[in-house]
């Protein structure tokens, strides 16, 4: 029979292997220095952001991430660590952390996974400071928009000329 610390460990072990396979981006921070208000502060900032901060002790955590076979990443869990899961708004979730950490100097923020590869706390930085999806979104439509908008312009465009040409010509028959 297994002891209740061990199903813990194994059940926080599970937790994480199913975050990492649900999402394909997580952000590592270091709480250390940050009180318990403060810390349901963030989670609930997270929450409006669709992410998920977990903490977990730093073996199980190596543990668990073992299966992405990337040194990089497991050098950056030491100390009281914690992961950002961000389920769908990357941009959303890597500005709430910043947000957070610019006001709580407490937290920390280490670096991440993102789409196979290691990201460092200025590529989290660089991420928070984008515009949300929705605006990035309006802005490919303006994009593949503008074109158009050009093309039907200097048509109509042309197409006044022509015009105020005929009634020149007009104008000067009478």
């Known amino acids: 029979m297994k002891t209740l610390g061990i199903l813990f460990k194994e059940s926080s072990e599970a937790r994480i292997k199913k975050s990492l396979k649900e999402s394909n981006v997580f952000f590592i921070v270091r709480y250390s220095g940050l009180s318990g208000p403060d810390l349901n502060t963030l989670r609930q ?3 409006g952001a669709k992410a998920e901060l977990f903490v977990i002790r730093n ?4 543990r668990a991430l073992k299966d992405l076979k990337n040194e990089d990443l497991l050098k950056l ?10 389920r769908e708004e990357l941009v959303g979730a890597s500005k709430a952390l910043y947000n957070f950490s610019k006001e709580h100097e407490s ?3 280490e670096g991440g996974f993102l789409n196979g590869g290691v ?16 605006v990035l979104i309006a802005y490919a439509l303006m994009a593949m928009k503008s074109p158009i908008t050009g093309l039907v312009m200097a048509l109509k465009g042309n ?3 022509l015009v105020y040409c005929l009634e020149q010509i007009k104008n000067k028959k009478q």
């Open 59 to 62: 073996k199980i955590a190596r």
């Open 107 to 109: 937290l920390k923020l």
């Open 45 to 47: 900032s997270l929450k």
């Open 119 to 134: 990201i460092n706390k200025k590529d989290i930085e660089t991420l928070a400071k984008l515009p949300s999806r929705e």
């Open 159 to 161: 197409l006044k000329k």
């Open 77 to 86: 869990i030491e100390g009281p660590s914690g992961f950002v899961f961000a």
